[in-house]
């Protein structure tokens, strides 16, 4: 079913059967490193990603890039951009990914005002993390880093404590506004500490508790 396969289990069932008709069928998968759009493209098309995980990043002035976010199963990718004409970032695949695409002339009212709750809470956890990067020094962001990926994977039926990155640790000291030293780093402290166990792009989360009243002790005024 178009549900379970493309769209976030928030959106109800009605109204969905004429919207599925119009929208098309998962496209072959990206495979990892393949750019989905880029900063600049016109947006004509959302995505729902279906497996997989892509990151948004941007080219900054210096010609680096720069990672704004990582999307994951269950998320549709350009609500946050809806209201603009072209896309202010680029996709691209972290690992081999499936997308559906909607296009936006599919959507209709009902499912308009579904996707603008969705959009909302997409927008907020954005603000939430831009948030703790900006109030928070690198110890603190790479524990709510890590405790948000946990989140995330949990709800997905995988491990709370055994994260598998799909991306890789240069993408997430952009991320995190961190020189990819300081990342290192921090990993190693935490490591120190007995918080974490990392080996390759696995890092085992040791005293997930314990992280947990860090970042409430952070978040407490």
């Not at 598998?164 to 290192?184: V, W």
């Not at 974490?196 to 890092?203: E, T, V």
């Amino acid at each position: 079913m178009f549900k379970s396969g493309c769209l976030p289990a928030e959106l109800e069932d009605q109204h969905l059967t004429r919207f599925e008709q119009t929208v098309g069928r998962p496209q072959h998968p990206l495979r990892a490193g393949q750019i989905l759009v880029r900063q600049g493209d016109p947006i004509d098309t959302l995505y729902a990603l279906r497996a997989g995980a892509m990151k948004a990043f941007f080219d900054a002035a210096d010609g680096t890039e720069r990672v704004m976010a990582f999307r994951f199963p269950g998320t549709i990718i350009g609500l946050a951009e809806a209201y603009q004409t072209r896309w202010s970032r680029s996709l691209s695949a972290l690992e081999d990914s499936w997308l559906c695409h909607i296009p936006l002339h599919a959507i209709d009212n009902v499912l308009q005002r579904q996707l603008m709750h969705l959009m909302s809470e997409c927008l907020r956890r954005e603000y939430e993390a831009h948030l703790t990067l900006a109030l928070n020094g690198g110890a603190r962001r790479v524990i709510a880093f890590l405790l948000d990926l946990s989140a995330i994977f949990s709800a997905r039926g995988q491990s709370a404590v055994d994260l598998r990155l799909p991306m890789t640790y240069l993408d997430i000291a952009s991320h995190l506004g961190m020189r990819h030293e300081s990342l290192s780093r921090t990993l190693s402290q935490l490591e120190q500490q007995g918080l974490i166990q990392k080996s390759g792009r696995i890092i085992h989360l040791s005293d997930i508790d314990r992280l947990r009243r860090i970042k409430h002790e952070m978040e407490t005024p």
